[in-house]
């Protein structure tokens, strides 16, 4: 339960998820009720299929619910045009860059086309942004070199660091981690977290990285068979949340310490 004085940047309503055509609805989840405050960083975390992605395209009105609403800053997701989405939403999906052959600087100053004229220009106001972003996320030194000079690790930094300078309320990446070694996992949810912290923007990201995002989020969302579940970690490990993930016969959650481990 949010504090009364918790400003709400994202919520939904009774929000059913999942596919439809014209033959039938597949649902994925329903009767999800989250709110997400702002300066947290919230995991969505579940198993394999459960429907992570499929959540976050509904959330940032790339696919449509089945039923219920989305609201960010209080307005129904699907009432805002795409300049006004642009300028309240930044979105970090895991679909490889088209070009490359972009350099640092460029690829997140691509962040502040919401705001830029028709021919592009950036103001000094743009500038600034941009430049603020490559200190928050310390790649300036790497700002004129070519994305594909980069690694896996360097360039997240820069996709998070493009979501910075469009400088909304609300972050939302899916799977920031993937292909990246433990060390750069959690470097990258250890980033996010600062962010939070110090922009006070909300940070929603999904991961296969239980075990990070529960030491480092101020809130998670969990998706089970059954149902969506969303609160601070300490309070879902009382609640037994993260031990109905799995089947236990392989893994077990230890609500001790945390994590998972594997049965021997």
């Known amino acids: 339960m949010k504090g009364q004085d918790t400003q709400i940047i994202l919520k939904t309503e ?11 609805e597949h649902i994925l989840s329903k009767h999800i009720n989250i709110s997400l405050g702002k300066g947290e960083l919230i995991g969505l975390v579940g198993g394999n299929g459960i429907g ?9 009105n790339t696919q449509p619910a089945l039923s219920g609403q989305v609201f960010i800053n209080d307005k129904a997701v699907t009432t805002y045009d795409t300049l006004e989405l642009a300028q309240v939403l930044s979105i970090v999906f895991t679909e490889k860059l088209t070009s490359k052959n972009v350099s640092v600087f460029e690829l997140v100053a691509l962040g502040r086309q919401p705001y830029t004229n028709w021919i ?7 500038l600034e942004k941009v430049n603020h972003a490559l200190e928050l996320t310390n790649i300036k030194t790497l700002k004129d070199k070519k994305c594909f000079e980069l690694s896996d690790g360097q360039l997240q930094k820069v ?3 493009r979501a ?3 400088d909304t309320d609300l972050i939302i990446l899916d799977e920031p981690t993937t292909h990246l070694d433990m060390y750069h996992k959690a470097y990258t949810l250890k980033l996010l977290k600062k962010l939070a912290q110090e922009t006070g923007k909300t940070i929603l990201f999904s991961s296969h990285e239980i075990d990070l995002a529960i030491q480092l989020c101020d809130y998670m969302i969990v998706m089970t068979p059954d149902q969506v579940v969303s609160d601070a970690p300490c309070n879902l490990i009382i609640q037994g949340v993260f031990s109905t993930l799995f089947p236990d016969d392989l893994i077990q959650f230890d609500a001790s310490t945390g994590s998972f481990r594997v049965n021997k």
């Open 164 to 166: 910075l300078a469009q």
């Open 120 to 126: 592009g220009t950036l103001s000094d106001i743009d």
């Open 14 to 24: 009774d929000l059913t998820i999942g596919y439809r055509s014209k033959q039938s």
């Open 159 to 161: 996709m998070i660091a």
């Open 52 to 60: 992570k992605s499929t959540m976050l395209r509904t959330l940032t």
